[in-house]
């Protein structure tokens, strides 16, 4: 008999090492009597991810970051007992408000993403909490400064090797030119990109540009990443002359100021930016648009805006600068095994906080290498010790 199932269930069914992972602990059931505050992508890879928390125990309290928020994935959880906080977000104002909401229950474990939540307790500490976890660069980034204020055990997710080459390598740089795709529906082929950051997130991208027949140039800010990027076969000439000869720019640097005004001089007629930041700040969206040269915008829908010059040149934007992967008409998000394997990570690294096996002395550092072989061996289908 044929059954309607919505997305967020074929994504959940795809999401096969979360499945053994909640298997799992409602088995051993470590989060009982305690309470997850999160402020992730409510979208549905992380439903896969918080029901799997429930499963071993947790009370969830959940809100999204900037912009990303899905309301399906929203009625989806609630119908299953999690506590949602707030709707989808554009303004800071409103985020930092339903940040402080998670945050006003004193949850035991936090779950972050971009150091919201713990840049907030930082400011306001509370007893109750034993740590968590933190999945981002931008995170990390922010966090490090405050370990001694922190002083909790927080293991930053990305710093894992598998998140690094699963995630930001291979699904980010699809992600970003599948959305290239889906915002515009133009071609790649013969066109001039120019990727901005070659870390991990900007090779992947880099390489997928340059897989789908366009003619890829990077710039980084570090000159030894960018030599990296040259053995690699790309281009790296000059800032300016990278942004003069591009049809495509994409963000990725997590620094704030990548394209502002200053450069609206250098941009081509046409020229498409695009950000895969964690941020909406690499691109100075607002600040283009109140240049004294833009004379008109048009705002198309499924989040194109175009930029008129005041000497008839165009520029586009997509999705405001917002991560494209996760803006525009039906984000997608990375692939499901890159999050399955993310996510497991970060199930894994909430148990070992839950269970004090990690300490203060653990203030934002990577994933203990034992939790990444166990899930890497999970994946490949071959036995490992139980980590
Ligand atoms: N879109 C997504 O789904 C997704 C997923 C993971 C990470 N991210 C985000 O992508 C961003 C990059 O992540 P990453 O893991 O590649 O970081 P990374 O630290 O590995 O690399 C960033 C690179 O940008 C370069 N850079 C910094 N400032 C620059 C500047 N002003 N001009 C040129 N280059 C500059 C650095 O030298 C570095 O090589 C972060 O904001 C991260 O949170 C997005």
Redo the contacts with the bound molecule.
């Keep these: 008999m044929a059954q309607d199932k919505s997305r967020i269930e074929w994504i959940g069914a795809s999401c096969r090492l979360l499945a053994a992972t909640a298997a799992d602990l409602a088995r051993t059931r470590p989060f009982d009597a305690l309470t997850i505050g999160t402020a992730i992508h409510l979208e549905p890879k992380t439903a896969a991810l918080l029901t799997t928390l429930q499963a071993g125990g947790a009370q969830i309290v959940a809100t999204g970051n900037l912009n990303s928020t899905q309301d399906e994935t929203i009625h989806y959880l609630r119908e299953r007992g999690v506590t949602v906080v707030g709707g989808n977000t554009t303004a800071s104002a409103d985020h930092d408000a339903n940040i402080a909401a998670i945050l006003a229950r004193q949850p035991d474990l936090l779950l972050d993403n971009g150091g919201d939540l713990f840049a907030m307790v930082a400011a306001a500490p509370y007893p109750k909490l034993r740590g968590g976890t933190e999945e ?3 995170g990390r980034t922010r966090l490090a400064p405050l370990r001694d204020t922190l002083n909790l055990p927080i293991l930053v997710i ?1 710093d894992s090797p598998i998140k690094q080459f699963a ?2 390598k291979h699904a ?1 740089g699809q ?2 030119f599948e959305s290239y795709l889906r915002f515009t529906n133009r071609s790649t082929n013969g066109k001039r990109v120019t990727v ?7 090779k992947g991208v880099a390489a997928n540009f340059r897989n789908a027949f366009a003619t890829t140039t990077v ?4 000159p030894v ?1 960018t030599l990296e990027a040259h053995f690699d076969g790309f281009a790296t000439p000059s800032r300016a002359e990278a942004i003069r000869s591009a049809d495509v720019i994409v963000t ?4 704030a100021g ?1 394209i502002t005004a200053a450069d609206l001089p250098l941009l081509k007629d046409g020229a498409i930016l695009m950000n ?4 909406p700040v690499e691109i100075a969206v607002d600040g283009l648009i109140a240049d004294r040269a833009v004379v008109d915008v048009d705002s198309y829908d499924d989040g194109v805006e175009t930029l008129h010059l005041v000497d008839g040149r165009q520029v586009h934007i997509l999705g405001h600068g917002h ?1 494209a ?1 996760l803006a525009g008409p039906r984000p997608l ?2 692939s499901v095994e890159s999050m399955d394997l993310g996510f497991t990570l970060q199930a894994r690294c909430l148990e070992w906080v839950a269970q004090s096996r990690v300490d203060a002395s653990h203030c934002v550092v990577p994933v203990p290498p034992e939790i990444d072989a166990m899930v890497a061996a999970a994946y490949l289908g071959r036995p490992s010790a139980r980590a």
């Design positions: 981002t660069t931008s990305n995630e930001n980010v992600s970003i901005f950051g070659y870390g991990a997130c900007g710039v980084d800010a570090n990443t990725v640097t997590g620094a990548i895969g930041g964690h941020f991560m992967n998000g990375n």
